[in-house]
Nanobody
Framework: VQLVESGGGLVQAGGSLRLSCVAS????????MGWYRQAPGKSRDVVAT?????NYTDSVKGRFTISRDNAKNTMYLQMNSLKPEDTAVYYC??????????????WGQGTQVTVSS
């Protein structure tokens, strides 16, 4: 099983980006998914999660929208009104069942988002 993110880049403050995360491999089902981010010198923190409900960290509420397309095993993060403090490496997470006896957490390799002021 592999998670691959895309869509990161450099954008000016106030701009928008859309991140994608595609899961591939031996997948029976995908349970919870989410986006995390890690700024230089800081810990990896949750940004948004999607499962039976969606949840956002306070700093992105009203600006970011998480969604998923189960048919495509793909998750998205639409980021609007970006701020310099959103600059970080963004990681995709998913809890995936690959067989009836195995389910585990997977992480993508990360995609850099840089917001200039």
């Amino acid at each position: 099983v592999q998670l691959v993110e895309s869509g990161g880049g450099l954008v000016q403050a106030g701009g928008s980006l859309r991140l994608s995360c595609v899961a591939s491999g031996s997948i029976l089902s995908i349970n919870d998914m989410g986006w995390y981010r890690q700024a230089p010198g800081k810990s990896r923190d949750v940004v948004a999660t999607i499962g039976r409900t969606t949840n956002y960290t306070d700093s992105v509420k009203g600006r970011f929208t998480i969604s998923r397309d189960n048919a495509k095993n793909t998750m998205y993060l639409q980021m609007n009104s970006l701020k310099p403090e959103d600059t970080a490496v963004y990681y995709c997470y998913a809890h995936i069942r690959s067989s009836w006896w195995q389910s585990k957490d997977y992480w993508g390799q990360g995609t850099q988002v840089t917001v200039s002021s």
